[in-house]
């Protein structure tokens, strides 16, 4: 989806006000209603949120489609119109609205799941993702699901995007029996998964392990300075003498991109490759002595970083 897509969407928003607003049943039915544009033509993504106050028991669905005539076949269809009906068994006699609107694609971020499923199993794929949807929603702490599918027939990414009030409360979700039992039943259907949680300092940079969990902040900061120390170094020796005519700001700030860039694509990838077991002990590993071993490699290196360079001057 591109930046022109994502500022000329149509989105189709349905406000739902369940009478009782933690029916699994008229979860499931939301939730349904929310995965089963996947395969509309013209779909861009899909989301379904809860009011911040759960117990007033208001849920909104949002459908973005890349222009009017596909958000109208959705509106229209008879799969649409027969879970719209079966809804307003669970709702108030006035606690169904829809519009269509002109909308964008943005979504605020807590931790982003990537699959790629094997081929053929897509629907058995979207019968297992409407069911974990259902049990997250119901989840407490959640604020929301950003999904991103590909384009019917194709075998592209699905993309996840989990909103949930607090770190804490999806490293809950993360590690609820609901959720691994779940897993546990889609390891026939996913081939690759990649999880990014945003609660790291340094996303991007880090890799997650199989639950989305980050390293601990103070081995990326290790990593990170075992990366950048060098590469200022030699930016001081090499660039800056090339930028002695530049306004100052400017040269910093084209010196900083050089380094970031090199940083980003270069070294850390290097580094978390080879630092992978550190930042991320495996369970049988003894973790004191793992941190200890790393942190006395580092530290030789940096040492090695400062004879080299006190050297080269």
């Not at 406000?15 to 996947?38: F, G």
């Not at 694609?105 to 409407?130: F, H, N, Q």
């Not at 804490?168 to 949680?197: H, Y």
């Amino acid at each position: 989806m591109d930046a022109a897509q994502s500022l000329t969407a149509t989105a189709v928003t349905t406000r739902v006000v369940l009478t009782n607003a933690s029916d699994p049943v008229a979860i499931d039915l939301l939730t349904k209603l929310a995965m089963d544009t996947a395969q509309f033509e013209g779909l861009l993504n899909a989301e379904i949120t809860p009011s911040s106050d759960r117990t007033k028991g208001e849920w909104t669905v949002i459908q973005r489609f890349q222009n009017e005539k596909h958000a109208e076949t959705w509106r229209a269809s008879s799969g649409r119109q027969d879970l719209i009906s079966q809804l307003s068994a669970f709702s108030s006699q006035a606690g169904h609205r829809e519009e269509t609107s002109q909308d964008d694609c943005l979504a605020t971020v807590a931790a982003c799941i990537t699959s790629a499923i094997r081929p053929g199993m897509e629907k058995e794929y979207r019968d297992w993702l409407s069911e974990i949807q259902t049990a997250q929603a119901l989840f407490p702490g959640y604020q929301g699901t950003y999904l991103q599918m590909p384009p019917p027939g194709s075998e592209g990414l699905w993309t996840i995007v989990l909103k949930f009030n607090s770190p804490e409360a999806l490293d809950e979700w993360f590690r609820s029996k609901e959720r691994l039992a779940l897993i546990e039943k889609s390891k026939g259907l996913i081939a690759s998964e990649n999880i990014k949680r945003m609660h790291s300092a340094f996303p991007g940079w880090l890799p997650t392990d199989s639950e989305g969990q980050s390293p601990e902040d103070w081995k990326g900061a290790m990593l990170v300075i075992l990366g950048l120390f060098p590469v200022v170094e030699l930016q001081i020796h090499f660039l800056s003498p090339l930028l002695t005519g530049w306004q100052p700001s400017l040269g910093n700030f084209f010196s900083n991109i050089i380094g970031v860039l090199i940083i980003t694509y270069v070294e850390m990838p290097v580094l978390t490759r080879v630092f992978q077991d550190w930042l991320l002990p495996k369970p049988h590993m003894n973790k004191r002595k793992s941190d200890l071993i790393g942190i006395a490699i580092i530290l030789f290196l940096y040492f090695v970083e400062n004879i080299l360079f006190w050297r080269f001057k």
